[in-house]
């Protein structure tokens, strides 16, 4: 097993190197990079900036990312020449792409991710502070979702066929089609203020002044923000474990070791639980770590953008509408790193439930 794990961790690097650089290149190739969205920016005071530096129009002709001196920024025109270098120093676009990616990777290994070039914070920062409320929102949804789809789906495997078992896969599916941010625009105008009532509130995870309150009445106020934001990522979450429960209990249910056990007197109860239930749940638990971090870092992006928290995903999504690239990158890395890192959990966790599986002995 120790080898395995060896082989796995050394897989790692390549797999994320090769992303970051995949991603890198793509970027490069994109328009309006943050020199151009800082141009666009100034150009509302441009008028203002060409009197002063006595520039009266034309255009500025600066490198691209990549290095390319032939390109022009739009966002430059009737701007000083000297403003744009200044900029494109500040940003660090005033070296080659190779050698920016070197010193990005670099940093990267000592997980020092540079600075927001809009915020004017580390990066590192950035993502500590916003990390709370994607966890939490990701780990509420994720313990609700096995509480929920674990005994529905035994119950369905248990009356397959059944009334149940039609009108639960009905609302089960109803509730897998519906897409992730309508469902929370329906809740939002329902029961959050939009146009019925406002049981809930639309921003944030406290009330103002929550911090002041005892510990009962503060976790109150918690659940009380976070009950939408979790029943959205519960309702689109939960078909697709509760399916593969009844999957996996019936393919149990059907082998010669239960019917040898209902031959020998034993309950229902006992060779539902004592004997289908550690096997069929072998895949389920294994794969808690990989739904988690699908969770955390796919489903609650549009859920934080809906509900205005203030996350991962939306760091994430105004960080690529403002190409704030040591954002977006340092986001990429982390997310990337702990997917594969949970991937290592998952398989950990096949032989934590079945010792008598070993990853070792494949060839």
Do not use: C
């Not at 943050?34 to 100034?42: D, Y």
């Not at 920024?73 to 009737?78: F, I, N």
């Not at 010193?103 to 600075?115: I, N, S």
């Not at 994430?316 to 704030?324: K, T």
């Amino acid at each position: 097993m120790g080898a395995y794990l060896f082989r796995r961790l050394l897989l790692i690097i390549p797999t994320l190197f090769g992303i970051i650089l995949i991603n890198f290149a793509v970027v490069q190739l994109a328009p309006g990079g943050p020199v151009e969205q800082l141009l666009a920016e100034i150009k509302g005071e441009g008028a203002t900036l060409g009197r002063l530096s006595g520039e009266g129009g034309g255009e500025v002709r600066a490198p691209q990312q990549g290095g390319n001196e032939s390109a022009t920024y739009r966002g430059a025109r009737g701007l000083d020449p000297a403003i744009v270098r200044d900029i494109e120093k500040m940003f660090g676009f005033d070296k080659p792409a190779h050698v920016r990616f070197y010193e990005m990777m670099k940093g990267y290994l000592t997980f020092d991710f540079g600075r927001s070039l809009f915020q004017d914070r580390p990066v590192i920062a950035l993502i500590r502070d916003k990390m709370p409320v994607s966890v939490s929102l990701g780990l509420w949804s994720t313990l609700l979702v096995y509480l929920i789809s674990i005994p529905l789906g035994i119950r369905k495997a248990v009356r397959d066929g059944s009334r149940f078992d039609v009108w639960s896969s009905v609302a089960v599916l109803t509730g897998y089609a519906i897409p992730g941010f309508l469902f929370a625009i329906l809740l939002v105008v329902l029961f959050a203020g939009g146009s019925f009532v406002q049981w809930f509130p639309l921003r944030g995870l406290a009330s103002p002044g929550a911090e002041l309150l005892p510990f009962w009445s503060r976790a109150a106020d918690y659940a009380w923000h976070m009950a939408l934001p979790t029943l959205v990522l519960v309702a689109g979450g939960f078909a697709g474990l509760t399916m593969l429960t009844k999957n996996a209990f019936m393919d149990e249910i059907g082998k010669q070791y239960v019917v040898t056990a209902r031959a020998k007197g034993a309950g229902e109860t006992r060779v539902l639980y004592g004997h289908v239930f550690r096997n069929a749940m072998l895949l389920i638990i294994a794969g808690f770590p990989a739904a988690f971090i699908g969770i955390l870092f796919t489903g609650a992006l549009l859920v934080e953008i809906v509900f205005s928290l203030d996350g991962l995903g939306l760091l994430g999504f105004e960080a690529a509408i403002r190409r704030d690239y040591p954002v977006m990158f340092a986001t990429l890395y982390i997310f990337t790193l702990l997917g594969l890192v949970m991937q290592l959990v998952g398989d950990l966790m096949y032989t934590v439930v079945d010792p008598r599986i070993d990853f070792s002995a494949r060839q």
